[in-house]
């Protein structure tokens, strides 16, 4: 079936250690996303990518790292510069071959947890 | 700058009771796109509806509908008697553009259901 998977569900970081985030699509989508959701609050875009090799900040990016070398991955590095990590991760894929828009779809999310 | 704001933090309501979610936007493209998304306790965004800028008829799907109002900026979603399962949170985004490139989200409106 298609969509987009993330993985893993549930993950721990040590202070000062960079942990990436996977997030695959097999949707055949141009645009992918990712956000953050701290408790309680909305989505917050930290970055988005619109075709392969290019992304964009997004208004969180501080901290983070991406990478768009195939169109169907779009991992998520936290790094240590980002103090504070612990947050629900969102990542989603749009926009279809035929370039028209699309609503976002979205995976399941990556929990991140500081200990 | 687009903007989407959800005034309602949370709503309570008695199960087979009707409630309306609101939605208001800001923007200053003529070509977007609205969308509601409901978070239930999972964590996955479920995609509801589409609307494009230039369709104001307002549609009915089942229990829900939707009322897109462009003189008052609005996007307002109804649930008609209300299950528990409708419990969870429900957000309003906006996308600007023929392609739609970056989605803005609205904080969200937490709807609990009581038996």
């Known amino acids: 079936d298609g969509g987009i998977t993330q993985s893993p569900k549930y993950l721990f970081r040590k202070e000062g250690q960079n942990v990436t985030l996977s997030c695959e699509q097999n949707?055949?989508?141009?645009?992918m996303y990712w956000y953050r959701q701290d408790p309680g609050q909305g989505l917050r875009l930290i970055y988005y990518s619109q075709i392969v090799n290019d992304f964009q900040k997004g208004d969180i990016a501080e901290g983070y790292s991406v990478s768009r070398e195939k169109k169907e991955s779009f991992p998520l590095t936290v790094t240590s510069a980002q103090k504070n990590p612990t947050a629900f991760y969102l990542c989603?894929?749009?926009?279809?071959?035929?370039?028209?828009?699309?609503?976002?779809?979205f995976g399941q999310g990556t929990r991140l947890t500081v200990v | 700058a687009q903007k989407v704001t959800q005034a309602q933090t949370e709503i309570s309501v008695v199960e087979k009771e009707d409630v309306t979610l609101d939605c208001v936007y800001e923007t200053r493209d003529t070509t977007y796109y609205l969308f509601w998304y409901k978070q239930p306790p999972s964590g996955e965004l479920v995609f509801l509806i589409r609307?494009?800028?230039?369709?104001?008829q307002n549609e009915i799907s089942g229990r829900y509908s939707w009322n897109f109002q462009k003189s008052t900026s609005s996007f307002n979603f109804t649930i008609t008697a209300s299950q528990v399962v409708d419990s969870a949170v429900y957000f309003c985004a906006l996308s600007e553009g023929n392609y739609g490139q970056n989605f803005v989200f609205g904080p969200g409106t937490r709807l609990s259901v009581l038996p």
């Open positions: 949707l055949n989508h141009d645009a």
């Open positions: 989603a894929s749009s926009i279809d071959r035929q370039g028209r828009n699309t609503e976002a779809f």
């Open positions: 609307r494009n800028s230039f369709d104001e």
